[in-house]
């Protein structure tokens, strides 16, 4: 079918994703949520092929899709809580433990289980302030410590950066009582990681990695569009929910992409000023006459929302002096992947 549908040229990706895996030496994929537009289930089977032993999701409802799509361990980055009464206890699952109170409560409900601590770092999200790290493990129980993770920032603002962050939480995991030599790490350059093997080669590094990996090379995936119908419109005309009435004569363009595939509404640059917003009027700009810019590309230009997008299709506004695809035609758009949703992904 042809909606709003994600190109993939399968051997460009599949090779992108083996120069991150090889490049990336002890890689965890993390797949998570959308699926970074992909979907968790095709990321999994991909992982299989990549031949690595582990893949992270991020919460508990994620893992069972994830053990049957993926023949190794499942770590979940979301921290488990005791009010997670479904969380899947399985010898393949690793959990994330960042709260004393919650190292005692799992080694109570599941002694033997897997566990990875987690350190808190500038992110502020969840885990161990590095004085608690004697407390975890005095209640550790049979619980096996399976590793420690710090998740950064994407640029930390302490000193030394992400590397500093780094080193200062590789220092007191190896002050501490926790008996582990692997670290898991997220947000880590290829650089920092190589710097941090080189200081301290004992340790097991082990990124943690979505984005760069899955959506490494944009030029292997191409998004289409396809355009569902198209009206002539006048100047002045009243179309839509809204009503609005058209700033010029043009074609009104209905594309298969709304709200529930991620596309949203970008607001057109703030114009401030009474001389701005009139300098502008007097060029006639369809910002001015309170459109907004849709992430739809006709004819080489980023084209407007003739209103909000619509749950499915989304109505697009197009000068008369510029050539409007044919119904049935796809067009580009610019999609932010960890929010898009398709309709069909079709790996060429
Ligand atoms: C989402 C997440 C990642 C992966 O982040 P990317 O920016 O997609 O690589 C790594 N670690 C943790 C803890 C996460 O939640």
Avoid at 135 to 154: K, Q, S
Avoid at 181 to 198: D, F, I, K, Q
Avoid at 312 to 334: C, H, I, K, N, T
Wanted: proline share 5%.
């Amino acid at each position: 079918m042809s909606g709003f549908d994600l190109d993939v040229d399968a051997a460009r990706w599949r090779r992108s994703l083996g120069t991150v895996t090889e490049t990336r030496p002890r890689l965890v994929p993390v797949i998570k949520g959308n699926g970074y537009g992909f979907g968790r289930d095709l990321l999994c089977r991909e992982s299989t092929a990549l031949g690595v032993d582990t893949i992270a999701v991020g919460t508990y409802d994620e893992v069972p899709a994830a053990l049957a799509a993926f023949d190794g361990d499942v770590m979940v980055l979301t921290p488990w809580r005791p009010f997670f009464v479904d969380a899947v206890i399985d010898d393949r699952v690793i959990h994330t433990l960042g709260r004393v109170d919650d190292v005692a409560a799992l080694a109570a409900a599941a002694p033997g289980a897997r566990v990875l601590l987690e350190g808190e770092t500038s992110m502020a999200r969840h885990g161990f302030d590095r004085h608690e790290l004697a407390a975890a493990v005095a209640v550790l129980g049979d619980l096996r410590v399976e590793g420690f993770a710090i998740h950064l920032p994407l640029r930390s603002v302490a000193p030394g950066g992400n590397y500093g962050e780094a080193e200062r939480w590789a220092a007191a995991l190896e002050a501490s009582q926790v008996e582990t030599t692997t670290l898991y790490v997220s947000h880590l350059t290829p650089g920092e990681v190589g710097a941090l093997s080189a200081r301290r080669p004992h340790l097991d590094i082990r990124p943690r990695i979505g984005t760069s990996l899955w959506l490494g090379d944009l030029g292997a995936l191409s998004v289409r569009a396809t355009v569902i119908d198209s009206h002539l419109v006048a100047r002045g005309e009243h179309i839509g929910y809204r009503q609005r009435a058209m700033p010029r004569d043009g074609t009104l363009l209905i594309i298969a992409g709304g709200t529930s595939h991620g596309i949203g509404l970008e607001s057109p640059k703030a114009v401030s000023g009474v001389v701005a917003r009139g300098k502008q009027l007097a060029k006639g700009g369809l910002e001015a006459a309170g459109l907004s810019l849709s992430p739809f590309r006709i004819g080489g230009k980023q084209r407007w929302f003739a209103e909000p997008p619509h749950m499915q299709a989304s109505m697009v506004f197009l000068p008369g002096d510029v050539e409007a695809p044919a119904v049935g035609d796809s067009v580009d758009v610019a999609v932010r992947f960890t929010t898009a949703t398709f309709d069909a992904i079709n790996l060429r």
